[in-house]
């Protein structure tokens, strides 16, 4: 009962296949390929290039590509799989009727192949000269060989060739047409020499080739070598380098001078003697570059390394106070941490101090490097501290302090922008800097011209400080900026006027002075004006700035930030100032452009 059913369905689905093939098979049929096959010229000589180009001029929308293969030879072997490429360029080395054959293949698998005959007549081109040049590069002594022997001709046979050579491009050929591909040559001396190749065949058409040859003062065969002694030294020893044992692999004759290069920066030589002492300021690897030259000026070269043991020298110590003045009530800030060593780091040395410097050590060896002093007794002291290093080796170093008979409350401060330290003395309530001001500030990101440094290079602003032009000071003060420090800032005419309450009348000026009763220890650090040179031009333009210092060791004037409108500019700033040659102290109006030393006072 249940196959009948089963046997209908199988009928029913068989004609429907039935009817859907006839249907694909037309689906398929509904486009052939036609195709075109271009050539570019369509007939020409053995010595052209032809471009060939395959179209398809019915491509549908839904063909994305096509592929195309070549038969170029006329083998009936395809020469190369397919691609979708449409395009190939050939040359026809050959005359006669070529047949060139395409196949093209449809997204869908469709075939097409396309013929078409080329007719090529025989044309003539040049050679194609080549040739190498054994030894590429060497000295003037050597015979060098040149070989054109893979020079060709597209028609013509290798044999039928004519070759001559230039073998110093001059325009002048150093052989006759020869046959011989090769040739050797000689210079007399080194040089780059272009060498040139020309190459004739038997229809005169010619080709030319042309290479640069370096010839050089360089021979291998030259075998520099050397030994060093002691084997291993240090820093402090006299090293004997020495070349004797340099030859020459085929010619004993030869005789040398020697050149040597340290750490390739410095040269000693050339010598003829192959012996060279030398003494290495530096420890580590050392590079040594032997130069050997012979009569002829070829030369050859040879590097080595060694070591050499680093010497344990001395530390070198070094005192940092933060002021060198002070009175029988300063505690002195004493710091060995600037001192330094070629092995031992700060934290390692162990120092010692002798306050006195009376040969009495008044510490024992310890690694602490910071410490406070107070001096009983005024006068000067040398402060001898020092250092020893893990080694063993020892240094000392002094500095003087002075210390006076007064006792005004003095402290010390730290400017935490450079990290200099200034003093400080309590002067009635006011706290004022015991030192003078030496912030440098940057001419690119301050005022240009803000400050300057008296002889910086001869250390004179570690002295005296530095000074600071009047107007540009107060300019930038006003800004909202300080050249102080944190916590301090530039007085004004009233905290000049108040100081000056504090001078005693009989000492006058010498109270302010190192070693005074109010202990400001103020130097006679003179002042400095400038003047601005411009050019012939018109309008004008700044061309450089001449700065004139003046009264070193005579007068010395301090900035306040107080200024007034006047018709003279000299008597524009207030300032506190004095001179050598009197006793009093001015503290009155200044030139409003004049550079002044700087004290800071501390802000309450």
Not at 188 to 197: A, D, F, H, I, T
Not at 522 to 542: F, L, N
């Amino acid at each position: 009962m249940n196959k009948a059913p089963s046997i209908g369905i199988f009928f029913l689905l068989l004609i429907a296949a039935a009817a859907l093939l006839p249907g694909c098979r037309k689906d398929h049929s509904i486009w052939k390929p036609v195709g075109a096959l271009v050539m570019k010229p369509d007939s020409g000589l053995t010595t052209q290039t032809f471009d060939f180009r395959v179209d398809i001029t019915n491509l549908p929308a839904n063909q994305n590509e096509y592929y195309v293969r070549w038969d170029l030879d006329g083998d009936s072997t395809w020469d190369a799989s397919f691609t979708a490429f449409p395009t190939i360029t050939h040359r026809f080395y050959q005359k006669g009727i070529h047949a060139v054959k395409a196949e093209i293949l449809t997204e869908d698998g469709q075939r097409v192949t396309l013929n078409k005959n080329l007719r090529i007549d025989q044309g003539y081109s040049a050679p194609h000269a080549a040739f190498t040049i054994d030894p590429p590069e060497s000295n003037y002594l050597t015979e060098f060989t040149f070989d054109a022997s893979s020079t060709f001709d597209d028609e013509d046979p290798f044999s039928s060739l004519q070759f001559r050579w230039d073998f110093e491009n001059d325009g002048a050929w150093d052989t006759e047409l020869s046959p011989d591909p090769i040739a050797k040559h000689k210079y007399k001396r080194s040089g780059n020499y272009e060498v040139k190749l020309s190459v004739t065949d038997p229809t005169r058409r010619i080709a030319t080739e042309s290479k640069i040859l370096v010839v050089n003062l360089h021979d291998e065969g030259i075998h520099p070598d050397f030994t060093w002694s002691p084997p291993e030294g240090t820093v402090k020893d006299t090293f004997l380098l020495d070349a004797s044992s340099t030859l020459h692999e085929t010619d004993s004759t030869r005789v040398y001078s020697y050149t040597w290069n340290i750490h390739q920066e410095v040269t000693y030589g050339p010598f003829t003697d192959p012996k060279f002492p030398h003494v290495f300021w530096t420890y580590g690897m050392q590079e040594v570059i032997l130069t050997v030259t012979d009569q002829f000026g070829l030369s050859n070269s040879c590097t080595k390394q060694f070591y050499v043991i680093k010497e344990n020298k001395p530390p070198s110590p070094k005192i940092l106070v933060a002021t060198p003045y002070g009175n029988i009530t300063t505690n002195f800030y004493l710091s060995a941490w600037p001192s330094l060593d070629d092995v031992t780091p700060p934290s390692l040395l162990l120092i010692r101090w002798d306050f006195e410097g009376d040969g009495n050590w008044d510490t024992g060896w310890s690694y602490e490097k910071t410490l406070f002093h107070q001096f009983s007794d005024p006068g000067e002291y040398w402060i001898t501290l020092e250092a020893e290093d893990e080694g063993g080796e020892r240094a000392t170093t002094k500095t003087r302090l002075l210390v006076s008979k007064y006792s005004n409350p003095t402290g010390y401060i730290q400017d935490r922008r450079d990290g200099k330290y200034y003093g400080s003395v309590k002067i009635g309530d006011q706290w004022w800097m015991s030192d003078n001001l030496d912030y440098r500030t940057n001419p690119k990101m301050d005022i240009g011209m803000l400050q300057i440094c008296y002889h910086e290079d001869q250390g004179m602003c570690d002295l005296y400080g530095s000074l600071y032009q009047g107007e540009r000071t107060v300019g930038y003060t006003e800004s909202g900026q300080n050249i102080c420090p944190e916590g301090w800032r530039l007085p004004t005419k009233e905290d000049w006027l108040k100081l000056g309450e504090q001078i005693d009348e009989n000492t006058g000026r010498n109270s302010l002075m190192v070693g005074g009763s109010l202990g400001f220890n103020a130097h006679y650090s003179g002042t400095a004006t400038y003047v601005i040179i411009y050019t012939i031009d018109i309008p004008p333009e700044p061309l450089d700035t001449v700065y004139y210092f003046r009264k070193l060791h005579d007068e010395v004037r301090f900035i306040s930030t107080t200024t007034r409108p006047f018709f003279d500019e000299l008597q524009c700033l207030f300032h506190l100032g004095f001179r050598k040659d009197s006793e009093g102290v001015d503290i009155t109006w200044g030139d409003l452009n004049a550079y002044f030393s700087a004290r800071c006072i501390k802000i309450e």
